[in-house]
């Protein structure tokens, strides 16, 4: 779990000093919206000044949707978001947050995993003793720890959310007056969360056609005529892939599902667990279990750690009866021969050529077009985990606006 997710009280004033910084520089501007964000309101009606009593007249609410995560809550008429800080994946804020830089506010990250042997409520035993206050139910269905911070008269709130099966997990911040904190608690009563989810059973489909004739080492799922192509770099063995796997997913179901684009993922090694890793996903594909058999191994790396995840045994498991399901025989035989070695060579080679230094990285382009990476205001590439909401926005820009992936991007920093 990333550590800023255990340290509790330091990270909650972080955030608040981030967001005043925010609110401070954008004046009256509208927050940063991520493409995928709607809100639906159930009256005309905004607050002209921020009240300091909770908002709880039901005629003066509005319907958030977080479309990236399939996650909604329902606000006050008058409360607002923003995205994509390097504090937060999104910020829910109070309108005192907007007009005078300090306020009530909701922040939240989404995590594939809290790490190897984690629950929610063992995350929080650090944060609960440093501060002295217990871990409790909080509404929604989470487990969390309330901190009074009488020295700014306020009440804090570290809140872990299961999201889906698979381990992932929401961790949200707040913030309020003990005034507005009841306002706090029925945003987070209001929370539904509905995950988006690719097509596993098409995916694995699409993996093992492209098997037939692989570009660069690299496995494709999506229409052939899709406007966009974006190709995925990773390390098995590489903890940013794995912690990208859930955006990745989220990608499939929204973006590669509609017909917008069509994915490649492509494996890259540079140790000997990686280049097993991936051997064993080219070996699964083989057996129509290619998108599937990517999920478990890096299902493996989150829950079991980097040192466990990729021995033989646990690779086994993973891919026989009670994992994807493997023919294991076949299996072995494909892994003893290298069968698929010669797609993990080219596909390294490919990453060279486009002289990429780590994973993830993304490349995007038309499908009648050389794919490139992207790159940052500096023309340094831009690796790592992009987030999803970002990558939404460039592949929109893209597609409506003919532009490239360079000037989308530019496009994209020039407004934000």
């Not at 035993?125 to 020295?151: C, R, S």
């Not at 063995?237 to 989220?250: D, E, K, P, R, V």
């Not at 890793?277 to 058999?293: D, I, L, W």
């Amino acid at each position: 779990m990333n550590k800023k997710t255990l340290i509790g009280l330091a990270v909650l004033g972080a955030a608040l000093i981030a967001l005043a910084f925010y609110a401070a520089n954008r004046s009256e501007e509208t927050p940063t919206t991520p493409s995928a964000a709607t809100s639906t309101s159930t009256t005309s009606t905004t607050a002209a000044t921020p009240s300091p009593a909770a908002t709880t007249d039901p005629a003066a609410m509005k319907v958030f949707e977080w479309e990236d995560f399939g996650v909604t809550f329902t606000l006050p008429e008058d409360w607002d978001w923003m995205g994509d800080s390097p504090e937060f994946a999104l910020a829910l804020i109070s309108p005192d947050i907007k007009q005078f830089g300090q306020g009530a506010y909701i922040t939240i990250d989404v995590y594939p995993s809290l790490g190897p042997g984690k629950t929610p409520e063992s995350a929080l035993e650090e944060v609960a003793k440093e501060n002295d206050t217990e871990i409790e139910p909080f509404p929604g269905g989470g487990v969390g720890v309330a901190m009074p911070d009488e020295a700014n008269g306020l009440i804090q709130n570290l809140v872990v959310y299961p999201y889906n099966d698979m381990g992932a997990v929401l961790v949200m911040q707040t913030a309020a007056s003990p005034n507005e904190n009841a306002t706090i608690l029925d945003i987070l009563g209001s929370m539904k969360i509905h995950p988006p989810h690719p097509d596993a059973e098409a995916a694995d489909a699409a993996f093992l056609a492209s098997l037939e004739s692989p570009q660069d080492g690299a496995l494709s799922y999506g229409e052939d005529d899709a406007p966009v192509v974006m190709r995925e770099y990773l390390s098995f063995t590489c903890g940013h892939c794995a912690q990208y796997t859930l955006s990745i997913s989220n990608l499939l179901a929204l973006e590669v599902e509609s017909g917008r684009v069509r994915f490649e993922l492509s494996p890259v090694s540079w140790d000997d667990n990686a280049e097993y890793a991936a051997n064993a996903f080219y070996c699964a594909t083989a057996q129509g279990k290619g998108y599937s058999a990517y999920k478990a191994l890096y299902t493996n790396y989150l829950t079991l750690g980097y040192e466990e995840a990729y021995t033989e045994d646990a690779v086994r498991e993973a891919m026989g009866e009670n994992g994807v399901g493997l023919d294991m025989d076949a299996f072995a035989q494909c892994m003893t021969e290298g069968t698929y070695a010669d797609l993990l060579e080219a596909s390294n080679a490919a990453f060279a050529d486009f002289g990429l230094t780590g994973t993830p990285t993304v490349l995007l382009g038309f499908s009648d077009e050389e794919i490139t990476p992207l790159h940052m205001p500096d023309k340094q590439v831009w690796s790592g985990t992009i987030p999803v909401s970002i990558l939404r926005q460039i592949i929109s820009k893209m597609i409506d606006d003919g532009l490239t992936p360079d000037e989308a991007t530019e496009a994209f920093f020039g407004e934000n």
